[in-house]
């Protein structure tokens, strides 16, 4: 198994972690390789390999998966799958949560790496906290891992890639149409090039602004059966967008992830008075 990345530059007579005096022709073609598949300056290489996908590999050890990625601006290959020990929790009834991510580390040590940040052991655990300080520490998140007290461990995938987003302009009412409340207010069918991709934002405008109350618009997932906000989108009356509400909208992580063909829902729980027309800005991840 080997890991690799670059490009990191020296002068020194003695490089060190992933410093070279001068890159072979087999590694610049690996760089452009992944630069190719990769549009943005952080996170997972889509398609490549097995995506640095993590899966549980029996007790105390999880398996990070062949592939590739940036972090920070720095391309990394894993070559193999690499497994990672995750040590039980400790003190009865504890768990805990630890993070495995893609660390760029600059300063003596010049690498990418998978590494894992430990969590507290705790009977209500979180997960520990990354670091993403550009040309000092930089953390790409592959996964969460729950661990109990004999060493079971459970997976939570948190890999983005390395893509830039894909935003849908969708209008649901024309500029003179009334918003109501209701269900069902327009549907969108997800397109193939968007299958499993993962929703990062949603906001939403109107043509004529609310005078009193503030429009509420829920987005449903008919396909999958689940509500795609745990805060809906909101727009402050005598305002046009749902950038500056009070309340923003949040998109629920563990309900974001669409597949070609799910139908969309979208509702509105509150009108508002005299507003009309309405369209929804979805980001996805590519």
């Given at each position: 198994m080997t890991q690799i990345s670059g490009f990191w530059t020296t002068e020194d007579t003695t490089p060190?972690?992933?410093?070279?005096?001068?890159?072979?022709?087999?590694?610049?073609?690996?760089?452009?390789?992944?630069?190719?598949?990769?549009?943005?300056?952080?996170?997972?290489?889509?398609?490549?390999?097995?995506?640095?996908?993590?899966?549980a590999n029996g007790a105390n050890t999880v398996a990070v998966g062949k592939g590739s990625g940036v972090s920070d601006g720095k391309w990394y290959n894993n070559n193999a799958?690499?497994?990672?020990?995750?040590?039980s929790a400790v003190g009865v009834g504890n768990t805990r949560i630890d993070r495995i991510v893609?660390?760029?580390?600059?300063?003596?040590?010049?690498?990418?790496?998978?590494?894992?940040?430990?969590?507290?052991?705790?009977?209500d655990p979180s997960a520990p906290a990354i670091?993403?300080?550009?040309?000092?520490?930089?953390?790409?998140?592959?996964a969460q891992v729950l661990v109990n007290t004999s060493g079971a461990v459970t997976v939570t995938d948190e890999?983005?890639?390395?893509?830039?987003?894909?935003?849908i302009y969708w209008k649901i009412l024309n500029y003179d149409e009334d918003l109501?409340?209701?269900?069902?207010?327009?549907?969108?069918?997800?397109?193939?090039y968007l299958h499993k991709k993962k929703i990062l934002s949603v906001h939403a405008g109107v043509h004529t602004k609310s005078t009193s109350g503030t429009p509420t618009i829920p987005l449903y997932?008919?396909?999958?059966?689940?509500?795609?906000?745990s805060t809906d989108v909101t727009i402050d009356a005598n305002e046009n967008?749902?950038?500056?509400?009070?309340?923003?909208?949040?998109?629920?992580?563990?309900?974001?992830?669409v597949n070609m063909g799910d139908q969309l829902r979208a509702d509105c729980d509150v009108a508002g008075s005299g507003t009309k027309g309405l369209d929804l800005i979805i980001v996805f991840e590519e």
């Open positions: 060190a972690g992933d410093q070279v005096s001068g890159y072979t022709q087999t590694q610049l073609s690996l760089a452009m390789q992944i630069i190719a598949a990769c549009s943005g300056k952080e996170g997972v290489a889509r398609e490549y390999d097995d995506e640095l996908e993590v899966t799958s690499l497994n990672v020990n995750i040590p893609l660390r760029a580390s600059w300063s003596t040590t010049f690498t990418v790496r998978v590494t894992r940040i430990a969590g507290v052991d705790s009977t670091t993403q300080t550009s040309g000092t520490t930089y953390d790409i998140k592959l890999r983005f890639y390395a893509d830039l987003p894909e935003i109501v409340i209701g269900d069902g207010l327009d549907y969108l069918f997800i397109p193939a997932n008919v396909t999958q059966g689940f509500d795609i906000l967008t749902s950038y500056t509400a009070t309340t923003p909208p949040v998109v629920n992580s563990s309900n974001n992830q």
